[in-house]
């Protein structure tokens, strides 16, 4: 089935702040790309688009909305512009993006550095600096991979293999330390760092290789499954340490009060369907819903409590995205969210886009991983209580998100967060686990 064209709007400013714009209307207008995907790539491959059809060089510097993004002309000194293009203040384009005059009035910073001017410099700066210590060469220029409100990661060739520069919300930061900890514990392999700038929030990796978990087999997919299942039985009784080392408990009662305050978010739940939202926001049918299930919720925490399944390391966003099958071995990267909690949490986004028969198949994958720890019948029992829990884990992650970046960039989590809530909606109706995922 072929994808309806989808237009990026591009915002180039260079140095100084003024827009390039097109000159072929009646006035000065934004330039447009279309591209035959759902969503805009935010990242080199659009610029790479960029420098082949206006011939600039630049980077991403903040996507404002789904489609409309932020590029920097790179260089000191203004570029010259393409044929029929040409330079103009910000007062040429008001009224034709309403993410960008509002972005033009901000005062406060963004909450993600990549999104200031001088950011991708600075990082290139410290991935020559390290390339040169470690007595590496360079290959190539920078790309960059992700460009959101969560993260950015570039990649630089070497001579050595490739290497990623991820940085973080200070939310986030505590990922290479949990990484290196549980590399430390010689189990399974994990994403080798090579150098840490905490006071950035920024450090460098290895490249992984191997397949993305994506276009992995499904047998493939439940051997992930069950390492992680492996992983996590390795920290039943590592807490301390993983808590040392970065990851939030999320104890039972903690999360009954994460219930209560998460349920109460009216701006969330009675908030109106926009296109930040992309028009997904409950109904306030749907809202009563949601909000009359808190002391079902809580109920579910105090039963599963007394499931006495051991708390472990919980990755919190574990999806084929985050795996990497390799020749002879799985590697889980990712773990900026490790929390130490129920296990069963991690089936949330595992199960996310599984069809009903992947799903049956990933819970018996699973429960048999535990089999010499739990009793997979006490396992099965206990998910009934988690699998309502595991999707409010998963709304709570993704408000305090949103409320982390803000109303500017919330747009990336509140669709995600709607789509938890009606998940939610369906558990609670299915106490007897009739479905096994999540449709």
Known sequence: MSLE?????????????????????????????R??????????????RVRRELGLATVVLEPLDFTTVVLLAA????????????????????????VLDRRTARTPPPASDWFRPGWFERAESYIDGEIKAAGRVRLGPTRQIKHWSMSAVLRTPTDRGDLYLKAVLPRLAREPDITRYLASLRIAPFATITAMSPGDRWWLAEDFGGVDGWAASKEQRRACLTQLVMVQKETVHRGDELIAAGCVPLTPASLADGVRSTMARDDVWRAPKLPKNLNRALTDEEADRLQALTPYLVE???RLDEAAIPATIVHRDFHPGNVVVRDDEILLHDWSFATVTNPLFDLASWLHDASEPDAATYLDTCFAAWADTVAPERMRGAWRMAKPLAAVVEIMKLIELADIVGPDHDFNWLPMTYGWGRRLLNAATDPDLTINGWR
């Open 5 to 33: 064209p989808v237009e990026a709007v591009l915002v180039v400013v260079d140095q100084g702040g003024d827009v390039l714009c097109d000159m072929a209307g009646d006035q000065p207008a934004l330039p447009r790309i």
């Open 75 to 98: 260089g000191g000194t203004r570029p010259d512009s393409a044929d029929g293009f040409a330079w103009h203040g910000h007062d040429a384009v008001i009224g034709q993006s309403l």
């Open 300 to 302: 579910c925490a105090e």
């Open 35 to 48: 591209f035959d995907v759902r969503w805009p790539p935010m990242d080199s491959e659009l610029t790479d």
